[in-house]
């Protein structure tokens, strides 16, 4: 059984920032105003993520890497999530499999810290030998999640990493959009060894404000806001899109459908049509889209690392959404 899970695990987490975004992910929906992200080697030597949410019960701790544990159990309703994202109760369990996995947590009625070590959906001693059960010790309120050597025990995965540097820049990707879309929570990312962070963004920054630090005042000084919705087909949508007088070398999409970062073919395609009669040739957008759709259109038949998602109604969404940008765009213009 352990084969299995290791190899459904893999199936999830193919690279670092898989398991980056399911951490972020978690530290978001602990309500967390802080999220500090640490890695060492492209995130296969060291993955840290540290969090001030409200924590985890002591007593929760034995069962946290087992399959399908969630204390998400009224979103998993509200969502009839099973589909929405693929997985629910998952990530957690998928990471002990692959890597080498412990958690620090402290809750706010918590007297102490308690720290626990997990390989294979179970808890493990800190060394061979000693005791598995939860220690107790010093630390702030929030959560730390360390996962070091990655696919320690899946070594052609391991062998398939040519460069570091390649998925530092796809974990900083991953960090850039969260940092973007959540107001209220201030991220920060850094390489181990590095004395200055890769990315920091205070967390009362506004969303233009959030897009300048991560993408440079250039951008930033650029854009126009759109929102679109309507209740018939059940989305809101909202966001942030270069004007017809700026461009980028390459078309960027930061796309979240129910505040989760995903990646849409058809929303790309379209924004880019819709651009292509504004922008001269070789000339593409920079778009923030934070849309939200009733969870029970979104497609239930993905794949969780497949970031991309599909929903009911998706052509008239995307149009509707397109042709709010084209007009914001023909007023900047003209
Ligand atoms: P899911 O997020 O789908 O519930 P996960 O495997 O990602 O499944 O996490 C399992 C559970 O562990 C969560 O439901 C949550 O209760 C707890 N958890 C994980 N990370 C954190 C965190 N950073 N802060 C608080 N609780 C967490
Ligand atoms: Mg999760």
Not at 113 to 136: F, I, T
Not at 281 to 294: I, Q, R, S
Request: hydrophobic share 35%.
């Amino acid at each position: 059984p352990n084969v299995v899970n290791k190899i459904a695990a893999g199936e999830i987490i193919v690279a670092p920032m898989h398991a980056l975004k399911e951490l972020i992910e978690n530290a978001v929906d602990a309500g967390s105003t802080s999220i500090e992200v640490l890695v060492k080697d492209g995130g296969l030597k060291l993955l840290q993520i540290t969090d001030n949410g409200h924590g985890i019960d002591r007593e929760d701790l034995p069962i946290l890497c087992e399959r399908f544990t969630t204390s998400k159990l009224k979103e998993f309703e509200d969502l009839s999530s099973i589909g929405t994202y693929g997985f629910r109760g998952e990530a957690l369990a998928s990471i002990s499999h692959i890597a080498h996995l412990m958690v620090t947590t402290k809750t706010a009625g918590s007297s102490c810290a308690w720290r626990a070590h997990y390989g294979e959906g179970k808890l493990v001693p800190a060394k061979p030998g000693q005791n598995a059960a939860p220690k107790a010790t010093a630390g702030r309120g929030g959560t730390q999640i360390t996962v070091e050597d990655l696919f320690y025990n899946i070594p052609s995965r391991r062998r398939a990493f040519r460069s570091s540097s390649e998925e530092y820049a796809k974990i900083l990707d991953v960090v850039g959009r969260y940092a973007v879309h959540c107001s209220g929570v201030a991220f920060s990312c850094r390489k181990h060894g590095d004395s200055g962070v890769s990315i920091s963004t205070p967390s009362a920054a506004n969303t233009v404000d959030r897009i300048r630090q991560i993408h440079g005042s250039a951008v930033a000084n650029e854009l126009v806001e759109f929102e679109s919705s309507d209740q018939k087909l059940g989305f809101h949508a909202s966001g942030l899109a270069t004007n017809a007088n700026y461009h980028v070398k390459k078309t960027t999409i930061l796309l979240f459908i129910n505040h989760r970062a995903v990646e849409s073919t058809a929303i790309k395609r379209a924004v880019e049509q819709t651009y292509s009669a504004f922008l001269p040739k070789g000339g593409h957008p920079f778009v923030y889209l934070d849309l939200e759709v009733e969870p029970h259109r979104v497609d239930v038949n993905v794949h969780p690392t497949k970031r991309e998602v599909n929903f009911l109604n998706e052509d008239e969404i995307i149009e509707m959404v397109c042709s709010e940008i084209r007009s914001k765009l023909a007023q900047v213009d003209s």
